[in-house]
């Protein structure tokens, strides 16, 4: 190992014996005791030597091994160490394609920022890179989330929408002017091309995937629902996603309507709620809510959506951002909730959107059999 403190996180002297690394909350971690000794010793932590090297110039300053291999174990255990040779032969591979690795430094300073062990950035950004996603829209909203998931990292996204882009579907994160009259899904690959820090390897698109290409199956790790109607988001139709649930693939929702953003849920299907609990929650709680739906539905609109420029970009970022961190491997709090913010307050709030009984999902009664479980276990550990 060739310790390393990560460099993302700022460190300060709190006192006269504790230094804390990070400046906000969530990050930022405190230790000591910590005097001056140790603290010249950090300098030394920049990812160049290895452990002996290490403890023999601790020597000079007057630390022993115990005190350098204790310091160590602290560090590496508070999440605040990094090894910058870690991540395996892929990781490796990586690091040498500089083109890469420069356009996306900030985002492996950032996975290393929220995943502790050292290596693990690296690791992700290798993961990233073997996945695919599809986003289903290609507006203002829908382009936007393509491009930043396509320079993240994500080896293979893809833009589906139909018809030619119109001169409101430009924004500077998303579609450039000169795409209008351009069929909207050829210009949505030109812009995720353009994004993509590099080409993706070939290994990204892996056997499984290939095999589940050929044989007609999604294979994919999330797909984004960003339609240009945001009625499609606000109030999703539960037979669109009907395939997304039998095939158990992770569907996140965003878009505007009526200059409100809307992002979420994300649905795991059979474990959170999806588009069909969210209509039949709706309807329990208004009984003329299905009347008024199938009437904007079936109506014919004409005019252009109120998507504000700022809030369709802040959308677009938002849900790039929960579903890159699903894609990591954590839960985002879009989970079976949905976040919507008004203009021109844009205060944020959310709503969960549990599994309702009635639904086909099933999620609700994978719901139930789990608390069954939970409180039979808890039972027999009281009995035991």
């Known amino acids: 190992m060739y310790p390393m403190l990560k460099p993302a996180l700022r460190r300060a002297w709190r006192g006269r014996n504790t230094v804390q690394f990070g400046v906000t909350p969530a990050h930022a971690v405190s230790l000591g005791p910590m005097d001056i000794a140790t603290g010249s010793f950090l300098e030394l932590l920049d990812g160049t030597r290895g452990l002996p090297l290490l403890r023999e110039e601790a020597r000079a300053l007057d630390l022993s091994d115990r005190h350098v291999d204790l310091l160590i174990g602290r560090l590496a255990s508070a999440g605040l160490l990094d090894d910058p040779r870690a991540g395996g032969p892929e990781a490796e591979s990586l690091r040498r394609r500089a083109e890469v690795m420069d356009r996306q430094r900030p985002d492996v300073a950032s996975l290393s920022v929220v995943h502790h062990e050292p290596g693990s950035a690296l690791r992700r ?90 044989c007609g199956q999604p294979g994919l790790s999330l797909i984004v629902v960003a339609p240009r109607d945001g009625l499609a988001v606000y109030a999703p139709a539960a037979d669109t996603a009907a395939p997304w649930i039998a095939s158990g693939t992770p569907h996140l929702y965003a878009g505007v309507i009526e200059a409100t953003g809307v992002v979420g849920p994300l649905v795991l299907p059979g474990g959170t709620g999806c588009a069909g609990c969210l209509e039949l929650r ?46 990591d ?10 976040w919507e913010a008004a203009l021109p307050v844009l205060d944020w709030r959310s709503e969960r959107v549990g599994p309702h009984a009635d639904c086909s999902c099933g999620a609700a009664e994978r ?7 939970d409180s039979g276990t808890a039972q027999d550990t009281m009995a035991g």
Do not use: K
Request: hydrophobic residues 45%.
């Open 125 to 214: 950004m290798v993961a990233r890179r073997a996945m695919r996603v599809q986003v289903r829209g290609a507006g203002r909203v829908g382009a936007a989330i393509a491009a930043v998931l396509s320079g993240s990292g994500v080896g293979q996204v893809e833009v589906l929408d139909g018809g030619r882009a119109e001169p409101w579907d430009v924004s500077p994160a998303g579609l450039p002017a000169a795409s209008v009259g351009e069929r909207r899904d050829t210009a949505a690959r030109r812009l995720v091309r353009r994004s993509a820090a590099g080409p993706a390897p070939r290994s990204a698109r892996s056997a499984e995937a290939e095999q589940a290409a050929a």
């Open 367 to 373: 719901t139930e059999g789990e608390r069954a479980f």
């Open 329 to 338: 491997g954590e839960l985002p709090a879009s989970a079976g909730a949905r």
């Open 282 to 327: 709706r309807a329990d709680a208004d009984p003329q809510w299905p009347r008024m739906l199938a009437q904007w539905r079936s109506g014919r609109r004409g005019a252009v959506a109120a998507c504000d420029l700022g809030l369709a970009t802040t959308v677009a970022g938002m849900a790039a951002a929960h579903a890159l961190s699903f894609l």
